[in-house]
């Protein structure tokens, strides 16, 4: 039985190709030179949600899905915006606490240098939240989280018993972000022996540093070597229950990484690499880049077109503050005045996929 207060808002009996566990976080950006922006939509959740709806169609819209966990406090034109996307939503309403919230603040001009902070205490959705509309969100075929191996853990053994409890069969598979806060030398193992659990594991480049004990000093150059040597140490300790997951590196400005036993390492370029003054701010590219690389996964189920449809995911993320604007003109869906599909097929063609 799903928790009091909770509710479907575009019900489906599409099981989705993509569920995140991470959160909704209302955001308050504070910028170098003092303006605030209030109740900016945001994190790892939501744009991993966004990523993932951003290159389906709208006819296909409901293989995203997502669980909100709504405060006392959360604006309705967010939900209402959530909504429109088509995707298979629900909310758990919890009048006994605020919303998440966060603090993101910017200390330059550029706006690289950042910090963020919860506000309040965050509020994750949990398996047990997925069993409303008959379970429809528990029966996604993928999901992803951002958390500690101790954490991903307990999430796993939770979502397990939580399908088998409604008779729902099949392992699904499972994509790792970790935190990055946990991403220390001293952690390495814990991450090793918890990426036995997933099937894709994938940090930025600087998380795979740090838990590798080979951070960058300031100034050193990226090095493409270092990070399939970084790499190559996880895809050996196993990745998944039979050592077939991947690993994939986001690195950025510098493209991404990706590997598995039976794909060679390849390397994906940035989709702005060649057009760096699109590029405004980079907050929620990384969670944007797993929602496309996972839905990437489910249609085609190669590691290739999931790395293409992230990339196309992030590039829209980064094209300004908060969420890209999307239009609908006619038949035709557009992301900041942009087709997704067209940016897929230039994608494809610029790697030789096409």
Known sequence: MAPPGSTPINPSTVSPGLVSFGPLV???VVFSGGRILS??????????ILGGRIVVPPAQSALVGFLVVAGNDFPASVLQQMQSWG???GVHRRTDV???RGRLQYHDSSFGRKTFAFTTTPLHPTPEDLTINGGSLLRASAFHTLATPEKLESLIASLQQTRGRLNISGRPRLVWEP???ACKSENLNAHLQACKLVNVFSPNHLEMLSLVGADQPGGQPFSRHQMETAAM????????????GAVVVRCGEHGSLAVSRSYQARWFPAFHDRTPHRVVDATGAGNAFLGGFTIGLHVSGGLTEAVVRGSVAASFVIEQF???????NGAA??????????????????????
């Open 26 to 28: 209302l955001d308050e």
């Open 39 to 48: 109740n900016m939509p945001g994190g790892t959740g939501l744009y991993a």
């Open 87 to 89: 995707i298979n939503l």
């Open 98 to 100: 605020p919303s998440t």
């Open 179 to 181: 935190a990055p806060f």
């Open 233 to 244: 140490r996880f895809l050996n300790a196993g990745i998944g229950p039979d050592g077939t």
């Open 322 to 328: 908060g969420l890209p604007q999307r239009t609908v």
């Open 333 to 354: 869906e557009l992301w900041n005045g942009e087709s997704a599909s067209t940016r897929i097929r230039q994608y494809r063609q610029r790697i030789g996929q096409a």
